[in-house]
């Protein structure tokens, strides 16, 4: 079994900063890309942010410059830093990663979601 923990939402003005943490368990053999998605109220869910094996990132136009994608391998994480935080950035933060389990089975897996709150 393999799961996704999230961590590191809340509430910051605008103008500040949130570091999102996610960890993946489990029977993991190996891990291709991760990423982060968010979804608005009333909003479809979209890409915030993408990272793959070997350290390529790509970026939703909105978060460019403000946003960071990093992870660390030996400890299965992904990390989102959010600077220069929006009101319109407010949304459930959740991640994602491309797993290849200890059975071979290759899977899409996803975070329950953190909520993001940025006051104006």
């Known amino acids: 079994q393999v799961q996704l923990v999230e961590s590191g939402g809340g509430l910051v003005q605008a103008g500040g900063s949130l570091r999102l943490s996610c960890a993946a368990s489990g029977s993991i053999f190996s891990i291709n890309a991760m990423g982060w998605y968010r979804q608005a109220p009333a909003k479809q869910r979209e890409l915030v942010a993408a990272i793959t094996s070997g350290g390529s990132t790509n970026f939703a136009d909105s978060v460019k410059g403000r946003f960071t994608i990093s992870r660390d391998n030996a400890k299965n994480t992904v990390y989102l830093q959010m600077n220069s935080l929006k009101p319109e950035d407010t949304a459930v933060y959740y991640c994602?990663?491309?797993?290849?389990?200890?059975?071979?089975?290759?899977?899409?897996?996803w975070g329950q979601g953190t909520q993001v709150t940025v006051s104006s």
């Open positions: 994602n990663a491309d797993i290849v389990s200890v059975s071979g089975l290759r899977k899409v897996y």
